[in-house]
């Protein structure tokens, strides 16, 4: 199992440490560095930064939002970094929801996201592989366009630019298990959200076969310290805002997700106190089960013999939220 540093997007601003923490990982021996977007900072501009100030580390989006960019744009960022960076990019696709989708883009939600999804990929792909003029009779991403407002002119086109490699891998988040199933037909690999080695039945079917080098990559939050409660409170402070704020209350993939995973009165209760304003409250409402089955949280000893539960698995990556160096070097040391 390989590891990868996750550095998340950015808050208020810039992170001071991103560039040094990704810098640590390179020289622990840690195989990617991967950024994420929201609706704030992107994902390639500061993959690029540090890009520039490393030199063998694998370089991830966790994820690109397909919805920020066409397929087309997206496989130019990937392209364009992935020959600057001398051939290190991981490209990982997200969907997103209805709330970002359509209050942050300003675009519809697919009616039908496992379609949108595939075609998203296959432009991508036609992009990377360069073999001929992108075409795709595509319901949500056709290539050319001919909507009843199309001018009749495009033509088909192929990248001016030789992508450095056809084969870059692309990975996908994906949740729902119709989701997950697809992702290990169409993509390189899969980046869930919440990965519970205890748990891999709630994604059904889909993993027990999967694809000879299908990459599995769970982002999980790691930290060293003494006291496990007070280490999975900032656990807890994530998962209060994705079950609670990220998603109507009518639709929620990740209130959803922590459902199937056998706290579906716990989702309900996080998302109606967070919904209803009380957000510390929701906070403390996240069972410290659930929080600390879906990370790596305690001293030493407690996350040596857990880790070993995460090898025993499909994952074959795992990317580690911390921000801390003194978790990063333990992990590194656990690891190898």
Not at 102 to 107: A, F, K, L, S
Not at 173 to 186: F, L, S, Y
Not at 204 to 218: H, I, K, M
Request: hydrophobic share 40%; aromatic share 8%.
């Amino acid at each position: 199992m390989r590891l990868g540093l996750a550095l998340g997007y950015w808050g208020r601003g810039p992170n001071a440490d991103h560039l040094s923490l990704a810098q640590d990982a390179e020289r622990l021996g840690y195989h990617s560095v991967w950024t994420a977007e929201s609706w704030g900072s992107d994902v390639f501009t500061p993959l690029t930064w540090i890009a520039a100030r490393t030199s063998r580390i694998m370089l991830g989006t966790a994820v690109a939002q397909m919805a920020a960019r066409s397929p087309t744009t997206t496989a130019m960022h990937a392209l364009t970094l992935d020959h600057l960076s001398g051939g290190r990019v991981m490209l990982g696709l997200g969907l997103s929801g209805p709330q970002v989708v359509e209050g942050w883009y300003g675009r519809p939600f697919p009616k039908s996201p496992l379609t949108a999804t595939r075609e998203y990929v296959d432009v991508v792909r036609q992009v990377l592989r360069r073999e001929a003029p992108v075409e795709l009779a595509g319901r949500f991403h056709a290539h050319p366009y001919r909507g009843p407002d199309a001018t009749g002119l495009g033509k088909p086109l192929k990248p001016i630019t030789h992508p450095l490699r056809p084969d870059l891998p692309v990975l996908l988040g994906a949740e729902g298990p119709k989701n997950v199933a697809q992702t290990t037909r169409i993509a390189d690999g899969w980046l869930p959200l919440y990965w519970a080695p205890s748990r891999p039945e709630v994604y059904g079917p889909s993993l027990t076969d999967l694809p000879e080098g299908f990459l599995v990559a769970p982002m999980a939050q790691v930290r060293v310290c003494d006291d496990v409660a007070e280490g999975l409170l900032p656990v807890k402070v994530m998962l209060g805002f994705y079950i609670g704020g990220m998603g109507h209350a009518a639709r929620n993939f990740h209130a959803d997700l922590m459902a199937r995973m056998g706290y579906e009165e716990e989702a309900r209760r996080i998302q109606h106190l967070f919904l209803s304003g009380r957000r510390e409250e929701a906070v403390l409402a996240v069972p410290d089960a659930f929080a600390d089955e879906i990370s790596l949280v305690g001293p030493r000893e407690r996350i040596a013999e857990r880790l070993e539960s995460w090898r025993k698995g499909p994952v074959t990556d795992l990317l580690a939220l911390s921000p801390d160096p003194h978790t990063l070097r333990v992990l590194a040391e656990l690891n190898s």
